[in-house]
């Protein structure tokens, strides 16, 4: 079985955003790459003509195309509401079964210690990730029901924090930059929140800035933790 990396999004675009050319370029080293999209990002929008209903069905479809773009395998929408994520069992566990299910090598989703200003989903999904991997997915005592649909437990080796204030790993996604910014195109609900916006000189300026400190063209920035238990 390919090596396999879960990201874990708070809402649709995070990941293109934060490791759309870290994951591109894990796709094309052959490992398999799934999302779970916790949140429907049914508020995110600035049309004074737009629903959240609507919103919602528009975000879905723009998140499958984003991640067809970068060679995800499976997309799997939690399709809790934005800006309503709490740190619950519920919330926890549904990570947990993810966890177990695809078994990853590795997770990816947003730090929940950024200072400052942060959205709350995204503070929110990075703990509840965490907590979710250790000691939850690993300890078969935890949700017991898991293990009588017949999910072990799995233990996740690394975990890969995008957005983090003080990163120590560098990913060189000169080779797939083109492919990032084409899946952010792909949300093109959120882009139009911000006219004026040029994505491609956004995200290629915010890449040369992390690549400059390691020699590297463009680059991703994560906090990286090996699990140690």
């Given at each position: 079985?390919?090596?396999?990396?879960?990201?874990?999004?708070?809402h649709?675009?995070?990941?293109?955003?934060g490791?759309?050319?870290?994951?591109?370029k894990?796709?094309?080293?052959?490992?398999?790459?799934?999302?779970?999209?916790?949140?429907?990002?049914?508020?995110?929008?600035?049309?004074?003509?737009?629903?959240?209903?609507?919103?919602?069905?528009?975000?879905?479809?723009?998140?499958?195309?984003?991640?067809?773009?970068?060679?995800?395998?499976?997309?799997?929408?939690?399709?809790?509401?934005?800006?309503?994520?709490?740190?619950?069992?519920?919330?926890?566990?549904?990570?947990?079964?993810?966890?177990?299910?695809?078994?990853?090598?590795?997770?990816?989703?947003?730090?929940?210690?950024?200072?400052?200003?942060?959205?709350?989903?995204?503070?929110?999904?990075?703990?509840?990730?965490?907590?979710?991997?250790?000691?939850?997915?690993?300890?078969?005592?935890?949700?017991?029901?898991?293990?009588?649909?017949?999910?072990?437990?799995?233990?996740?080796?690394?975990?890969?924090?995008?957005?983090?204030?003080?990163?120590?790993?560098?990913?060189?996604?000169?080779?797939?930059?083109?492919?990032?910014?084409?899946?952010?195109?792909?949300?093109?609900?959120?882009?139009?929140?911000?006219?004026?916006?040029?994505?491609?000189?956004?995200?290629?300026?915010?890449?040369?800035?992390?690549?400059?400190?390691k020699?590297?063209?463009?680059?991703?920035?994560?906090y990286?933790?090996v699990?140690p238990?």
């Amino acid at each position: 079985m390919s090596e396999r990396i879960l990201a874990i999004c708070p809402h649709p675009d995070d990941a293109e955003f934060g490791a759309g050319g870290a994951i591109a370029k894990w796709v094309s080293e052959g490992k398999e790459v799934f999302y779970a999209i916790c949140t429907n990002g049914d508020k995110g929008t600035t049309d004074p003509k737009m629903t959240s209903e609507r919103l919602a069905e528009v975000r879905r479809k723009e998140q499958q195309a984003a991640a067809d773009v970068l060679g995800v395998k499976e997309v799997v929408f939690l399709d809790y509401p934005d800006g309503g994520l709490e740190d619950t069992p519920q919330f926890r566990g549904d990570l947990v079964r993810l966890i177990r299910y695809y078994r990853p090598k590795a997770v990816a989703t947003a730090d929940p210690y950024r200072k400052y200003v942060w959205h709350r989903d995204h503070r929110i999904t990075g703990r509840v990730a965490l907590d979710a991997i250790f000691p939850y997915a690993r300890d078969r005592l935890s949700y017991p029901e898991h293990e009588a649909a017949g999910l072990k437990p799995h233990k996740v080796e690394d975990i890969y924090f995008w957005a983090a204030d003080e990163p120590n790993l560098y990913v060189d996604i000169t080779s797939t930059f083109g492919q990032k910014v084409r899946a952010i195109r792909c949300h093109l609900s959120q882009i139009k929140n911000h006219p004026g916006l040029d994505v491609e000189q956004r995200a290629r300026q915010r890449a040369a800035d992390w690549g400059k400190e390691k020699g590297i063209p463009l680059a991703e920035a994560f906090y990286h933790v090996v699990v140690p238990f």
